[in-house]
């Protein structure tokens, strides 16, 4: 079983609209979550943190169920400029980075 | 503050040929990490060092793939003999310790083996 499964995707949505996508991961003794983006033909970048009690960054929510191994990004008012890959990343003991496959999202004008 | 460095940052070889890519992660990180990513997939990592031990290369096909980080600064990966199957990009990220979730990417070694 992978650590960090992810629907690939992809999501087209139109502008303005609400999008989330969803993540599980397989080892309860992940220590620390977090959301990635990745641009076409560009390398991953950190987008936000994720925490059981939400965090909220702007337009942009991030949700961990530890009970239920999930994790959730969930993107408001969705832009242009929001169409990109977004990676789940779990981090275990020794700080190891494990990567979801990425789910493609599409905003559409 | 410069970021990672890679290079080359594309490169096009044929199967059976050796292939090396460089990194200079940024100043002051003790931990580098290595990614193979196919195109479609997210990130796979291939070796991880702290300073210039290896903390984790459970995912390395040994038998082709080797990587150094001499002095505990920049890192070589190199592949011999090169198969179709490791066309991918290659990146390269760094970390303070601990990374507090923040890796830094370098902007990837794009392989393609004919």
């Known amino acids: 079983r992978k650590e960090v499964e992810q629907d690939p995707g992809p999501f087209n949505v139109p502008e303005g609209a609400t999008v989330a996508f969803n993540c599980t991961y397989s080892n309860s003794a992940s220590q620390s979550f977090f959301w990635y983006r990745q641009d076409c033909r560009k390398e991953p970048k950190l987008l936000m943190s994720?925490?059981?009690s939400g965090n909220e960054d702007g337009r942009f929510t991030a949700q961990l169920n530890r009970a239920s191994q999930y994790i959730s990004l969930l993107i408001r008012d969705s832009k242009l400029s929001d169409s990109a890959t977004y990676l789940c990343?779990?981090?275990?003991?020794?700080?190891?980075?494990?990567f979801g496959t990425g789910t493609s999202l599409t905003v559409i004008p | 503050e410069a970021g990672v460095a890679q290079s080359p940052r594309y490169k096009i070889i044929e199967k059976r040929q050796s292939v090396a890519f460089w990194c200079n992660p940024i100043?002051?990180?003790?931990?580098l990490y290595w990614y193979q990513q196919i195109l479609g997939q997210g990130p796979k990592l291939l070796i991880q060092f702290q300073n210039n031990g290896v903390v984790d290369d459970s995912q390395l096909p040994k038998d082709r793939f080797s990587a150094e980080r001499l002095k505990g600064v920049d890192s070589t990966l190199k592949i011999q003999p090169a198969k179709l199957e490791d066309s991918a990009v290659y990146l390269c990220?760094?970390?303070?310790?601990?990374?507090?979730?923040?890796?830094?990417f370098g902007p990837g070694t794009r392989l393609l083996v004919l």
């Open positions: 994720v925490y059981s």
């Open positions: 990220a760094s970390s303070l310790d601990p990374p507090g979730g923040t890796q830094y």
């Open positions: 100043s002051g990180h003790a931990t």
């Open positions: 990343v779990v981090i275990r003991t020794g700080n190891q980075f494990y």
